[in-house]
């Protein structure tokens, strides 16, 4: 790494939109310090992928965002590895149903703990480093953190306290620090146990008619990091349209 390298931190960064973002951003000529939970493998494939083309760029890290310690040790970590933090992305996610008749506080609090709590403690052990660094956080919230989804109130409602969460340190780290978010709707189909039927009928309430890509939320974030200047506070619908329905 070169002491002009830019650095991220990545959290749920081993699979899906969070793999994608992470390669993004080190295309983009940012060193990633890239988080996973149990997706140890998944995580080592992406790191060891992005380190053979940009040797002392990348920095693996595994924690349970529910425990309420994880989030600055990631910081800690972070910061040892690289000396500097520029950006923050807090991509890592729980999503699971709660039906009323079956909820009960440990589901209840599992979700509010890696969904809401976890990106603010990331962001209060990282603020001062991207104070100096007049940096910035991207948060993944979800269409559904303004749109409720049946049997996943707690979920709707931890997705919901992010996106405050989000507009409060926007204002609590002005003028240093830019504090966006992506809401994305439908962008990869569930890996199982989803009919084929139910994902025709939800491009067809979509206003663009298809699904988002793993791509365009990824060059999303890169663009509330890099190019978003004069933004903050502010949540990015990226739903083809499905909030105007």
Same mark, same amino acid.
């Given at each position: 790494?070169?002491?002009?390298?830019?650095?991220?931190?990545?959290?749920?960064?081993?699979?899906?939109?969070?793999?994608?973002?992470?390669?993004?951003?080190?295309?983009?000529?940012?060193?990633? *310090?890239?988080? +996973?939970?149990?997706? %140890?493998? =998944?995580?080592? #494939? $992406?790191?060891? &992928?992005? @380190?053979? !083309?940009?040797?002392?760029?990348?920095?693996?890290?595994?924690?349970?965002?529910?425990?309420?310690?994880?989030?600055?040790?990631?910081?800690?970590?972070?910061?040892?590895?690289?000396?500097?933090?520029?950006?923050?992305?807090?991509?890592?996610?729980?999503?699971?149903?709660?039906?009323?008749?079956?909820?009960?506080?440990?589901?209840?609090?599992?979700?509010?703990?890696?969904?809401?709590?976890?990106?603010?403690?990331?962001?209060?052990?990282?603020?001062?480093?991207?104070?100096?660094?007049?940096?910035?956080?991207?948060?993944?919230?979800?269409?559904?953190?303004?749109?409720?989804?049946?049997?996943?109130? *707690?979920?709707? +409602?931890?997705?919901? %306290?992010? =996106?405050?969460? #989000? $507009?409060?340190? &926007?204002? @609590?780290? !002005?003028?240093?620090?830019?504090?966006?978010?992506?809401?994305?709707?439908?962008?990869?189909?569930?890996?199982?146990?989803?009919?084929?039927?139910?994902?025709?009928?939800?491009?067809?309430?979509?206003?663009?008619?298809?699904?988002?890509?793993?791509?365009?939320?990824?060059?999303?974030?890169?663009?509330?990091?890099?190019?978003?200047?004069?933004?903050?506070?502010?949540?990015?619908?990226?739903?083809?349209?499905?909030?105007?329905?």
């Amino acid at each position: 790494m070169t002491e002009s390298a830019r650095v991220v931190l990545i959290t749920g960064a081993a699979r899906r939109i969070g793999a994608q973002i992470a390669q993004t951003l080190h295309a983009a000529g940012w060193s990633v *310090a890239v988080h +996973a939970h149990q997706s %140890a493998d =998944a995580l080592h #494939t $992406a790191a060891f &992928a992005m @380190e053979m !083309a940009r040797p002392g760029s990348v920095l693996s890290l595994q924690a349970d965002l529910a425990d309420p310690q994880a989030p600055a040790q990631l910081v800690e970590d972070t910061l040892a590895h690289f000396g500097r933090l520029d950006a923050l992305v807090n991509n890592a996610s729980n999503f699971f149903p709660t039906p009323l008749g079956q909820i009960d506080a440990s589901a209840f609090d599992q979700l509010m703990a890696v969904n809401a709590r976890a990106p603010l403690l990331l962001a209060q052990a990282a603020a001062p480093a991207l104070q100096r660094a007049g940096g910035a956080i991207v948060n993944l919230t979800d269409l559904h953190a303004a749109t409720p989804k049946r049997e996943h109130a *707690a979920y709707c +409602a931890a997705k919901a %306290a992010l =996106a405050m969460i #989000t $507009a409060s340190l &926007a204002l @609590e780290l !002005a003028p240093r620090v830019r504090v966006n978010a992506v809401a994305p709707g439908a962008i990869l189909w569930p890996e199982e146990g989803k009919p084929e039927a139910a994902r025709i009928a939800l491009m067809q309430r979509t206003p663009l008619a298809r699904l988002g890509t793993v791509e365009e939320v990824a060059e999303a974030v890169r663009w509330l990091i890099e190019d978003a200047s004069y933004l903050t506070g502010q949540t990015l619908g990226l739903d083809g349209g499905r909030r105007l329905t």
